[in-house]
C-alpha cells in the first residue's frame, strides 16, 4: 500500500518513555494506524510495558491491559471468549510481545493459543535482547551477539519463531521491520483477512541494546533486510512466499555484504573476520533454502 | 466506581489509568534538534512517518510540516532518513 | 439456557456440586485446566457446554498459570469468569493469583485440596491453598457438598459487588469431599438468576473508553491501589455473612453461617478449631466428648480470608482454651490455622491458651475417635503452645 494511505490517526499520545529512536514504539505506532481504534491489546512485560509511562497517564489511546510475562497468549484467549460471550465482535484483539514474552517465557501461552486457534494477531517485537531489564540474552538473541549475559557473544543461533509459529498450522505468519512500513501495514491488512491466530515478527532495532547512533536506527533495520540476514516473509496457509521487498535478494549479489550490518553495531564488534564469515557464510546457505522453499507449501494444513 | 474511603489522592479502580501522558514533555530529553531547510524539503513526509515519537506533524492549513519540539528527543532519524537530506540535527 | 427447578440429588460428590453450582451460575467464560481431583469438574462441565445446556465458552488451556490468565483477561472484558484446580496447579498459578486480585476482577475458583509434591499424592492436604492466603483472594474452606454449592453462588454475589471486586477460592478436601457422595440440593435456574443480578465491572477493556491497566506505577500510586484492595478485602466480611443470611432466606436453606461456624460452644470450656471436612470430623469428636462429659465445642472456620478476627475473639471470651487442627503445616514454623488463631488473640488479657495439632497431613486418614484422645490429651496435659504430628 502506499504510505500517503497511511492513516493520519494516532494512537500513542505525545509523551512515551521510549527511548530516542526506538523501533519498537513506531512499529507500534503504524501497527495501531493499520488495527484501528477497535482494537484491544495485551501487552506483556517488556519495553511497551514501560513506554506506557507511569500511573495515572498513559501514552495509549486504546484499552491495554498489561500483564504478567508468561502470559500474553492465555490473555488474548481470554479477551476473545469474553468478548464471545458478552456478544461483542467487532474488536480486534492483538498482543505486543517482545523477545521473552514470545519466544521464551510467552512461548507456552502462546503456543496454546495458537493451537486453540485463538482469534487475534500476536506480534512479537523483535529488539533481539531482553531490552527492558537491560539487554540479556533471549532465545532470539542472534548468533555471536554481546549482550549483558552473553558478553563473549551468544553461542547459539537464533530461534525459529516464525516456523515454530507456521507449525502450528495457523492461517497466517509474517516477518516485518519497522524500516519498511508499507510492508508492514500490508502485513497487518493480510492478517486481519484471516480468522485464528496471526503471527507477525517484526525486527526493531534498538540503539540502546544494539550500541549504535539512535539517528541509525532505520537505516540499520534496512540493512538486516538487505544483507539478507532477516528475509521478510508471509507463510500463508502453510504456503512460503518472500515479501516483494526481500524476494529482489534471491540472488546474492543483489544482497549487502554482512559486514555491513554487523560491524554498524557495537553489540558485533568483538566479531572476527572468521566469525563475519560464518555468518555470511550461514546466511548464504539459508537463502538456498529459502529459495527452495519460496512458493512452494511447506507446512500440511490437512 | 473507585472506593468510597480513599487515600490523600483519588483512587481510580485497580489503578486504572486513562490521563493522556501529553503533559510530560519529553522534548526536555533532547541535545540536539532538528533543523529543516525549505528549499531542500520535497514534503514527502518521510520524516513524519519515521518518527517514533509521532513529533513531526502535517499542518493541512499550512500546508507544511511542523516539529512538534516539546516532544522530539532529538534522536535524528528524520534527519538520518530524508531523502534530499533537508534536515540538520543542531545542538539546542 | 435451558431452565432447571430445585433439584434434590441423592448423592452427589464435591466436584459434582462444584459442576452444578458453576452451571446454575450463568457463567460467561471457564478456563481450566485438569489436575487430579479436580478432574471431574472440567469433565462435567464440558458435557453441559456439549449438551448446550450452559451458554459458555469452554476454554481447555494449556496449564492451569495459562488458565488463571485467561480467567483474568475474560473478565476484564465484562465476562463473568470460572475455574477449578488443586495441589500443583493452585501452586502454578501463584504469580497469576496476584496478579488477578491487584486487577480487582471478581474470577471465581474452587480448589481440591491436594498435597503438594514430591513425592505424587492425591489425597487431602490444605497447604496448597493455604500457602496462597497472601494473594488478596477470598478464601472459604466447605464441609459438605451442599455447602460447596452455597459458597460459590454466593461468592458470585459477594465478588462481584462495586466496593467488593474480588476474586474468591471455594475450597473443599481432595477426594474427602471432592469424591465422596452426599446429598445435596441444587438451586433452581430462576431462583440463582433472581438472586445473582448480571455481572456490571468496576473498570473494563473497552474501545470506546480506552483506559490502560497495569502500566508503570510508582510507590505512592502503587500504594494507593494496594490500600484500596486492603479495604475492600476488610468488607468482605461484613458482605459474605449479609449474603450468606440473604441465601438462606431467598432459598430456604438453612443458614450455613458467614465466617464461622461455632457448634456446642455455648458452654463451651473448651473449643476446637479447624477449616472444611477435617472439622466436620471434629463435630463428631464433639459429640463423643460431650458423651464423657467434657464441655467441648468447634468453631468450624469457614472464611479463613478475610480472616474472622472478630469472631475468633468474641468466642474467645468465653473459652479459656482452643485446640486447633491443622491438615496442613508451613514448615519452619506450625500449622497455618494455628498460627492465625494466635495472631488473631494476641493481646487479648487474659490470653486464652492455645494447643494446635497438625494431623491428616498428606491425607492420612483421621477419625473423630482420634480428634477426641488428643482433646484429652490436652486437657490432662494443661494446654500449652504446642504443634504435634500426629499419624
Redesign the interface.
Known sequence: MSLRSLSKEEFILPGTAACPGCAEVLALRLALKALGKNTILVVPAGCTAVIQGMAPHTSFNVPVLNFAFAAGGAAASGIVDGLAARGISDVTVAVWAGDGGTGDIGLQALSGAAERQTDMIFFCCDNESYMNTGIQRSSLTPFAAWSTTTPVGKKEPKKDMPMIMAAHHVPYVATACASYPADLVDRIEAAKKFTGTKYIQILVPCPTGWRYSPEKTIEIGRYAVETGIWPLYTIQEGSFSLSPVSERLLDDSKRRRVSEYLESQGRFRNLDQAKINEIQQSTISMWEYLSRINGTTIFFQG | MSSKDKGWKEVSPAGVCWKSSSTYLTGDWKTYKPVRDLEKCTKCLLCSIFCPDAAIHWNKEKGDIEFDLNFCKGCGICANECPTKAIVMKIE | MKSVVKQEFQGLNGDEAVALAAKQSDI??V?AYPITPQTIIVEKFSEYVANGEV???F?????E???M???????????R?FTATSSQGIAYMH??LH?TS????PVIMAVANRTLGPPWNIWADDTDSLSQRDTGWIQLYCASNQEIIDSIIQCYKVCES??V?LPAMVCMEGVNLSHSVMPAVLPGQEEVDSFLPPYEP??T???D??????????P??????K??LR??MDKVRKKLSDVACEYSNHFGIPYAGGLVEPYRCEDAEVMIIAIGALASEAKVAVDQLRIHGKRIGLVRIRVFRPFPIGEIRELAKDAGAFVVFDRDVSFGMEGVVLSEVKAALFGMSPSPRVTGYVVGLAGVDVTNRQLADLVEKSLDQDLRQETISVE
Do not use: K
Request: hydrophobic share 40%.
Open positions: 460467561d467464560v478456563a451458554n459458555t465458552e476454554m481447555c488451556t494449556e496449564s498459570h495459562s488458565a490468565a485467561a480467567c483474568l483477561a475474560a473478565s476484564a472484558t465484562g465476562a469468569t504469580e497469576m496478579y491487584s486487577c480487582r476482577v462495586d466496593d471486586s468496576v473498570w477493556l473497552d474501545p473508553r480506552p483506559a490502560t491497566m497495569g502500566n508503570m506505577a510508582g505512592s500510586e502503587t500504594l494507593e491501589t490500600e484500596d479495604i475492600a
